[in-house]
């Protein structure tokens, strides 16, 4: 018996039904045309600052919409897509940009960074973003992906990141599974160095790539290369963190907290300024109490749940993602957090950047080998072994329900891995061809316009309307609360929320 299917038979039922998923999707808002929307954050979705279900990410453009924590699929899947209806009913003629790699966009300079009112909050959530414009280009921060978040009862901090290290390792199968962002707009790579190929006046692309957002084109920084965070422990883990926060940078001490006219333009000249910014296909989590840093409450109260962040959107799916492909992930991580975990080392983290990279940019090369160990394997081989070993996983899910949902979704997995061509990524690139004349964004504004309509066709309960209006009228009576109570300068306000005393127990 393998270790994994002896950690799967002492898993109670009760723990298993105790999984909990909740979903974090962005999309950029667009216009018509196809372009980026530079209007303000509709005032109908309410304050971007304190929504609980509808806020924006990097830029104002940007919206990002917000499951609570469900214990099924289908509940997730409903929440998400009636936050979806509440928002296209205050959208007018924008649209919803159903790709990953953004619609067509004006120079960096005119890419508009959220805002977030006057409260010292509200102001550092925007220093923090014009820092991420300087460091990386405001370009980069408008791709959209879907953050999946997941917990199993009784974990601890230890099967927490045994958990992580192996998703590490095998997140490679997610990207060619579900990766579907093969092509971009030339507008996202102008003035920029890329290895794409033309494929039309209108679109660049890998012939074979699966996602480019997780490739180096996407969330990627020279500057955190150098970071080889260790995922060994909670230990390990926040102290790499701690250094990356604390440690002021000489290129960015060089641009400097502020500009010439006294304005910040940054929130820290470390490393990262916030937690926020080390980027990663995964994460450990907790939530957080007002004002409190996350690798404070991390250290704190250990880990609560870890948020997968590799996930494309699927722009043939009107919420982004398929009921199915949750699904599988449920039954990834469970084979990430079942199987054996040895410890990560600096070499292995190097290995695994190298296989996400090559996977993204070339996932579907016949042929293709990733590194494992000392060695080249198939990445096809190595998938399809990992998919083999969920069997069981799947199955005692299935038995919890009595349905083969579960089954299901593996056995679609494996059949899709051995016709790549009904991959995602490669559907989008035979339907640009076939009937966009080539181009990403004629594909995605199509495909963008069919999704309003679908979901504006759907049944939507006046309750639930008036729910999501309550709570956009609730979530500017509570900016207004926070702005009045204000009363520290905010360059103090920055200073002791900086404090390296409060990354600490």
Known sequence: MTRLTTALKALSPDRLRGMRRGIEKESLRAQPSGSLALTPHPAALGS???????TTDYC???????????????ACETELTQIHQFVYRALGDERLWVGSMPCGLPGD???????????NLGRAKSIYRMGLGLRYGRRMQTISGIHYNWSLPGLSNDEHFALIRNFRRQAFVLLQLFGASPAVCPSFVEGRDHELQRLSEHSLYLPHATSLRMGRLGYQSDAQAALAVSYNSLESFAGSLHGALTRPHPPYEAVGLRNLGGEYQQLATSLI???NEFYGTIRPKR???????PLHALRERGVEYIEVRCMDLDPFVPVGIRAETM???????????????????PE????????????????????LRLERGGAEVPLMEWAAEILYECRPIAAALDALDGGTRHTTALANAVAALDAPATLPSARVLDAMQRDFERSYTRFIRAQSDATREHLMALPFPAEVQARFEAMSLASVDEQRRIEAADTQPFELWRRHYLSPERLTI
């Open 48 to 54: 971007a600052l304190t929504h609980p279900r509808i």
């Open 60 to 74: 104002e453009s940007q919206l990002e919409l917000i499951t609570g924590v469900h214990d099924s699929v289908e």
């Open 109 to 119: 300079e005119s890419i508009p960074i959220g805002r977030y009112g006057s409260s």
């Open 273 to 275: 300024q916030i937690e």
């Open 287 to 293: 939530v957080i109490r007002p004002g409190e840093r």
């Open 327 to 345: 699904r599988m992930l449920d039954v990834f991580l469970l084979h990430c957090l079942l199987s054996d975990s040895p410890p990560d080392t």
């Open 348 to 367: 292995e983290i190097a290995r695994m950047a190298h296989n996400q990279h090559r996977t993204a940019a070339r996932g579907r090369e016949p042929g």
